[in-house]
């Protein structure tokens, strides 16, 4: 047989093979296994430094278009690597195409696969999106891999003996004009399962976190307490967890005295807190809404650490979610009485999207420090990073003061003879974990100041919501900014040698159109 001939032979047989092996993965992935397919990218993503990450976010017009380049181009190259894969399966057999090769095809296509996936993807084997613990997880990640590129090895053999096969004796040694019906046929099956792949991506597209992650909260409709389904929402996940709390745990486990497990029911046993606690977004800007605010429900987190004992080597405490996201605390912060393991979100159990069955508060922190889907709690030296923290986030994760004017909308146009009364302006403050002690408003661009009052004040750990009449006396073009002064007496600033990967600072600033 000619090698032309087994080579495209193969690759047909390795194209449809790796088709099939997709599906594969796809169907696993409504189990919420994690497959290559989705972990690759987590993986990389350690790599991508904050700068060329947001640049690249930029090019690609934003977070959920990078998930959804990352996810496609996995695919498509998982196709390619597969077709060349069969081309070179075809070139070794073009001497004998019915050599049953099985020991060694097993070898190259399912053991050499397990191997490499297992050393290159080992951080981010322990995931899983129905909430398996972390070790568990690994293995049924592993375990469905290892599926997987069986189905590619057992369609890319059976295929190429399919096109190879001879129709009668006497056309034992070359190809009969059959091949084209059979390659025919081979690719109407490949097409078939591409059609239920295709199915099974949409039922997972269709559950994806693209119509939601980034969703903000701002404007006209905010209120003292987010409502659960208005609160912002920021996942790095494709497809967030939906975790089956009968096969969930939480472990303690790494610098402590006595490790544990705890169920679900177990932490339902503690005395519990209950804390309104604003979240905000690292990369939340000046005029956005990646910020909410809630009253959360749970235990302080040191009522584990009590409990565990941590070495006197422990430093920070490193959260994992069950999505393999993790993130870093300090020891000192994860035992403040107001760092909560939270499984109620105003009155009512997590949201799935907000960490069900736990999250971690941690007030005065950034977002993304308030780990969702929490499996385990490692108690770990100074130099532990978190997911975002390994990719150059920082160093700083404690929130400066903001606010930011809600009402009216930037640009809006006024007549002042049509004004009956004053405008109202209002929005929201700010202070991290240190409260909100004044509210400041500019109508001439930060020249003059004048008091706003505070008709609603959220305590040390939330936002405090703000407002002020305002009766321009004459036609202009005005620009309105806010400052806010935390409970401690700090002026809200510009800090021009922050890290820009800290979270921005600086001041909001609408215009306003004032016309005679
Ligand atoms: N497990 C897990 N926790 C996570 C994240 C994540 O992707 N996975 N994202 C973080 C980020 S960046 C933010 S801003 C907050 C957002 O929380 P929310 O979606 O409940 O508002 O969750 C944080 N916790
Ligand atoms: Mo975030």
Same mark, same amino acid.
């Given at each position: 047989?000619?090698?032309? =001939?087994?080579?495209?032979?193969?690759?047909?047989?390795?194209?449809?093979?790796?088709?099939?092996?997709?599906?594969?993965?796809?169907?696993?992935?409504?189990?919420?296994? %994690?497959?290559?397919?989705?972990?690759?990218?987590?993986?990389?993503?350690?790599?991508?430094?904050?700068?060329?990450?947001?640049?690249?976010?930029? =090019? #690609?017009?934003?977070?959920?278009?990078?998930?959804?380049?990352?996810?496609?181009?996995?695919?498509?190259?998982?196709?390619?690597?597969?077709?060349?894969?069969?081309?070179?399966?075809?070139?070794?057999? @073009?001497?004998?195409?019915? =050599?049953?090769?099985?020991?060694?095809?097993? %070898?190259?296509?399912? #053991?050499?696969?397990?191997?490499?996936?297992?050393?290159?993807?080992?951080?981010?084997?322990?995931?899983?999106?129905?909430?398996?613990?972390?070790?568990?997880?690994?293995?049924?990640?592993?375990?469905?891999?290892?599926?997987?590129?069986?189905?590619?090895?057992?369609?890319?053999?059976?295929?190429?003996?399919?096109?190879?096969?001879?129709?009668?004796?006497?056309?034992? @040694?070359?190809?009969?004009?059959?091949?084209?019906?059979?390659?025919?046929?081979?690719?109407?099956?490949?097409?078939?399962?591409?059609?239920?792949? #295709?199915?099974?991506?949409?039922?997972?597209?269709?559950?994806?976190? $693209?119509?939601?992650?980034?969703?903000?909260?701002?404007?006209?409709?905010?209120? +003292?307490?987010? /409502?659960?389904?208005?609160?912002?929402? #920021?996942?790095?996940?494709?497809?967030? /967890?939906?975790?089956?709390?009968?096969?969930?745990?939480l472990e303690v486990t790494g610098l402590v005295r006595n490790r544990a497990i705890w169920?679900?029911?177990d932490l339902?046993g503690f005395p519990a807190r209950?804390?309104?606690?604003?979240?905000?977004?690292?990369?939340?800007?000046?005029?956005?809404?990646?910020?909410?605010? %809630?009253?959360?429900?749970g235990i302080p987190l040191h009522d584990l650490l009590d409990q565990a004992v941590p070495l006197s080597?422990a430093?920070?405490v @490193?959260?994992?979610?069950?999505?393999?996201?993790?993130?870093?605390i300090?020891l000192e912060k994860a035992m403040e009485p107001t760092t909560l393991l939270?499984?109620?979100?105003?009155?009512?159990?997590?949201?799935?999207?907000?960490?069900? +069955?736990?999250?971690v508060?941690? +007030?005065?922190?950034?977002?993304?420090?308030?780990?969702?889907?929490?499996?385990?709690i490692e108690l770990?030296?100074?130099?532990?990073?978190?997911?975002?923290?390994?990719?150059?986030?920082? +160093?700083?994760?404690?929130?400066?003061?903001?606010?930011?004017?809600?009402?009216?909308?930037?640009?809006?146009? $006024?007549?002042?003879?049509?004004?009956?009364?004053?405008?109202?302006?209002?929005?929201?403050?700010?202070?991290?974990?240190?409260?909100?002690?004044?509210?400041?408003?500019?109508?001439?661009?930060? =020249?003059?100041?004048?008091?706003?009052?505070?008709?609603?004040?959220?305590?040390?750990?939330?936002?405090?919501?703000?407002?002020?009449?305002?009766?321009?006396?004459?036609?202009?073009?005005?620009?309105?900014?806010?400052?806010?002064?935390?409970?401690?007496?700090?002026?809200?600033?510009?800090?021009?040698?922050?890290?820009?990967?800290?979270?921005?600072?600086?001041?909001?600033?609408?215009?306003?159109?004032?016309?005679?």
């Amino acid at each position: 047989m000619s090698w032309t =001939k087994t080579l495209s032979t193969g690759l047909l047989a390795g194209f449809v093979a790796a088709i099939a092996m997709t599906a594969m993965m796809l169907l696993l992935a409504c189990f919420g296994v %994690a497959t290559p397919l989705i972990i690759i990218g987590d993986r990389l993503s350690a790599f991508i430094p904050p700068g060329p990450f947001l640049s690249l976010m930029g =090019k #690609v017009g934003g977070y959920n278009h990078l998930k959804q380049i990352g996810v496609g181009s996995t695919i498509a190259g998982q196709l390619v690597v597969g077709a060349i894969g069969g081309a070179i399966f075809g070139f070794c057999m @073009r001497r004998d195409p019915r =050599k049953p090769a099985t020991l060694a095809t097993i %070898a190259v296509f399912v #053991v050499l696969p397990i191997i490499a996936v297992a050393i290159a993807l080992w951080p981010v084997l322990g995931t899983s999106y129905r909430g398996l613990p972390i070790d568990v997880a690994r293995l049924a990640t592993l375990v469905g891999f290892a599926l997987s590129v069986f189905v590619f090895e057992r369609t890319l053999t059976a295929g190429f003996r399919f096109l190879t096969r001879p129709k009668t004796k006497s056309e034992d @040694r070359e190809f009969t004009p059959a091949i084209g019906r059979r390659a025919f046929l081979l690719s109407a099956i490949g097409v078939a399962v591409a059609g239920g792949g #295709v199915a099974l991506a949409r039922k997972l597209y269709r559950a994806a976190t $693209f119509s939601y992650d980034g969703t903000q909260y701002k404007g006209r409709i905010v209120q +003292p307490i987010t /409502p659960n389904d208005l609160f912002y929402c #920021v996942t790095k996940n494709v497809v967030d /967890p939906r975790v089956n709390v009968d096969l969930w745990h939480l472990e303690v486990t790494g610098l402590v005295r006595n490790r544990a497990i705890w169920r679900f029911e177990d932490l339902l046993g503690f005395p519990a807190r209950e804390q309104q606690t604003t979240l905000m977004c690292i990369s939340n800007g000046l005029d956005a809404g990646l910020i909410s605010n %809630a009253v959360w429900k749970g235990i302080p987190l040191h009522d584990l650490l009590d409990q565990a004992v941590p070495l006197s080597s422990a430093a920070r405490v @490193r959260l994992h979610g069950v999505d393999n996201y993790t993130d870093t605390i300090p020891l000192e912060k994860a035992m403040e009485p107001t760092t909560l393991l939270s499984y109620e979100m105003n009155g009512v159990l997590l949201p799935h999207r907000h960490g069900y +069955p736990l999250r971690v508060v941690v +007030p005065g922190y950034f977002g993304e420090k308030h780990v969702k889907w929490l499996t385990r709690i490692e108690l770990a030296d100074t130099s532990a990073k978190g997911f975002y923290e390994a990719q150059g986030w920082g +160093p700083d994760f404690i929130v400066p003061t903001r606010s930011r004017i809600d009402v009216p909308d930037h640009e809006s146009r $006024f007549s002042i003879h049509e004004l009956r009364e004053p405008i109202e302006v209002k929005g929201i403050a700010y202070g991290g974990d240190r409260g909100i002690s004044r509210v400041e408003l500019s109508f001439d661009d930060g =020249k003059t100041w004048n008091d706003a009052a505070i008709y609603y004040a959220g305590g040390d750990l939330a936002w405090s919501l703000w407002k002020t009449d305002w009766m321009p006396e004459q036609p202009g073009d005005y620009t309105l900014v806010v400052r806010a002064t935390d409970g401690e007496g700090d002026v809200q600033e510009w800090e021009e040698d922050r890290s820009p990967f800290s979270g921005v600072t600086g001041f909001h600033k609408i215009v306003g159109h004032v016309t005679a």
